[in-house]
């Protein structure tokens, strides 16, 4: 599945993760890093949305998943990552900013010799997240993470 066009509510996570990511003195004292996996914390959570900040030190990847039926946006803040879909792979930089649907499919990883920073929205908040593998037949889902289980 591809990112398709942006409607009024994807923009404006799309929109609150892009001024988070511009604004590093609401949140760089808060990042930290960890050779275990990638580091994350919720920054927010009411009922119409959640915001998440993600560190990630090269090589470390989320393996192909989805967000349980919520939609949402990332913006790299710091570094570089690569985003791989079923369409495809693309390198998203400091600034940039990506948008998906409540059925979007993908997997994020730094591919870079450096650390990068991301910030994730997700509305409503996650739920549950499936994880999947692309074999030859197509996507089969792995497992299912509830929220109580970060």
Request: proline share 6%.
């Amino acid at each position: 599945m591809t990112v398709s066009t942006p409607t009024p509510a994807r923009t404006r996570l799309a929109e609150t993760v892009g001024a988070l990511a511009a604004d590093p003195g609401a949140w760089v004292r808060r990042v930290r890093l960890s050779p275990d996996g990638r580091w994350y914390e919720r920054l927010h959570r009411d009922e119409d949305h959640e915001i998440w900040l993600i560190s990630w030190l090269p090589g470390q990847a989320t393996g192909l998943h989805d967000h349980g039926g919520s939609r949402g946006a990332f913006a790299v803040a710091l570094g570089d990552l690569e985003e791989r879909d079923l369409g495809g792979a693309r390198q998203v930089g400091a600034g940039q900013t990506r948008e998906f649907g409540p059925e979007y499919v993908h997997e994020v990883r730094n591919t870079s010799t450096a650390p990068a920073v991301s910030i994730h929205v997700y509305s409503p908040p996650l739920a549950e997240m499936n994880r999947y593998d692309l074999t030859e037949s197509g996507l089969v889902r792995l497992a299912v993470e509830r929220a109580d289980q970060w």
